[in-house]
């Protein structure tokens, strides 16, 4: 059975940082990829972040470096590293495994029956 539970979200002044955990088992990354989604109020689902096995991380073009994922194998925990948070990076994300996560944008209803899902940590951001 997997389990994907986030923690770290919360609110914070724009220009702030937040990290994200993810506590995953019965998934690792052996099985597949590990990644961050986020749900904006328009019920989109955006690929935030990803990771492999081999490391690789990919990230939406819309993050300008400012986000980094990262996975600590011996714990098998997830993480995101949300730096210099703007108004638009409002928004639930959730801790996403699956066999091959691709970046991209959908409706969230036509994806979120695909792979496993966290619950979701809600993030703030205030001017």
């Known amino acids: 059975q997997v389990q994907l539970v986030e923690s770290g979200g919360g609110s914070v002044q724009a220009g702030g940082s937040l990290r994200l955990s993810c506590q995953a088992s019965?998934?690792?990354?052996?099985?597949?990829?590990m990644g961050w989604y986020r749900k904006t109020p328009d019920n989109q689902c955006e690929m935030v972040a990803s990771?492999?096995?081999?490391?690789?991380?990919y990230y939406s073009n819309s993050l300008e470096g400012r986000f980094t994922i990262s996975h600590d194998s011996a714990t098998n925990m997830l993480y995101l590293q949300m730096n210099s948070l703007k108004a638009e990076d409002a928004a639930v994300y959730f801790c996403?495994?699956?066999?091959?996560?691709?970046?991209?944008?959908?409706?969230?209803?036509?994806?979120?029956?695909?792979?496993?899902w966290g619950q979701g940590a809600q993030v703030n951001v205030f001017s």
């Open positions: 990771i492999g096995e081999d490391g690789r991380a």
């Open positions: 019965g998934f690792t990354l052996r099985d597949g990829d």
């Open positions: 996403v495994a699956d066999h091959t996560i691709s970046p991209g944008a959908w409706p969230c209803g036509a994806i979120e029956g695909f792979g496993y």
